[in-house]
């Protein structure tokens, strides 16, 4: 409880923008998977986002994660981790989200993971110097301290443990050919509803750093602040493209005309924390 200048007893709500945001996801998680841009399809999906961490990591075509240990950052449902124990890694998945978290509890049952129940920002239950890569999507525009949380992500990897980010400008104005694979994919198969609570959404996303839209240049100079080597971007069209195949037309068209990109970055070796 607080005074105002009047002297009239005010209530004072300890509800944060990252509360907020954490009860937004969690309302999400039931009908997260029926989303394209989430759910990771096992027969086109599945390979394309193993090669895509295998390129991350610089290894080979064929060559696995065994021995490695990877930390998931926003796991959600576990799509990722998925992608990642599918490769032989031991797997840890972390979320703010324990709604989150129990349906991916469910998913990887069996598998060599382990949840991890905390904020990206202050992972203070991981050890520094922990894992050979971490990998992370749809998180970082949605950061409410991101420099918080590139300092973190630095200190938990190894010296030169990897980090791949996946993510999106989709405050981006649209291309011309992109207006045009939305406009084709909705007299295809009709307009499609927003996912979630448009207003809700916007509304969050207005109070936070990155609300302009967050790009791979942008982050590059995030990332470099917070002491990683950026090695530079990976494509991402397998990943909508030939990624996308075990859908039909008018969602692969809509995947593929969002603005989304691939980052890799290196904690250097030597460095102290």
């Known amino acids: 409880m607080t005074l105002d200048p009047s002297g009239t007893v005010q209530s004072v709500s300890n509800f944060s923008l990252k509360d907020e945001i954490c009860d937004y996801w969690s309302d999400r998680a039931a009908t997260f998977d029926l989303s394209a841009s989430h759910r990771i399809e096992g027969r086109y999906g599945l390979p394309e986002w193993q090669q895509l961490v295998r390129a991350a990591c610089t290894l080979p075509p064929t060559e696995d994660l065994v021995g490695w240990q990877v930390l998931d950052i ?3 449902t576990g799509e990722i981790s998925r992608v990642l124990t599918s490769l032989g890694a031991s797997v840890t998945g972390l979320d703010f989200s324990e709604t989150m978290l129990g349906l991916a509890r469910q998913k990887l049952a ?5 949840s ?3 904020d990206a920002e202050a992972m203070v239950q991981l050890e520094d110097a922990s894992f050979d890569l971490a990998v ?3 998180l970082a525009w ?3 301290h991101p420099q918080d949380a590139y300092a973190e992500w630095l200190r938990v990897l190894k010296p030169g443990g990897r980090l791949l980010v996946v993510d999106g400008n989709f405050r981006a104005p649209k291309s011309p050919w992109q207006r045009l694979r939305n406009l084709l994919a909705n ?3 009709g307009r499609q509803p927003p996912q979630g609570d448009r207003d809700r959404h916007d509304a969050i996303l207005d109070r936070l750093p990155y609300r302009d839209g967050l790009n ?3 982050l590059t100079i995030d ?6 080597d950026v090695v530079g971007p990976l494509p991402v069209r397998p990943l909508y493209g030939r990624g996308m195949r075990g859908y039909g037309l008018a969602e692969r068209l809509r995947q593929s005309a969002a603005n989304r990109f691939a980052l890799v970055a290196v904690r250097p070796t030597g460095q102290g924390i």
Do not use: K, N
């Not at 069996?110 to 382990?114: E, N």
């Not at 990332?223 to 990683?228: H, K, S, T, V, Y």
């Open 74 to 76: 926003a796991c959600g």
């Open 110 to 114: 069996g598998a060599d993971w382990r």
């Open 116 to 118: 991890v129940l905390s």
């Open 136 to 138: 992370t999507r749809h």
């Open 142 to 144: 949605t950061l409410t």
């Open 187 to 189: 007299w295809l198969s």
């Open 216 to 218: 791979a240049e942008r």
């Open 223 to 228: 990332l470099e602040r917070a002491g990683f």
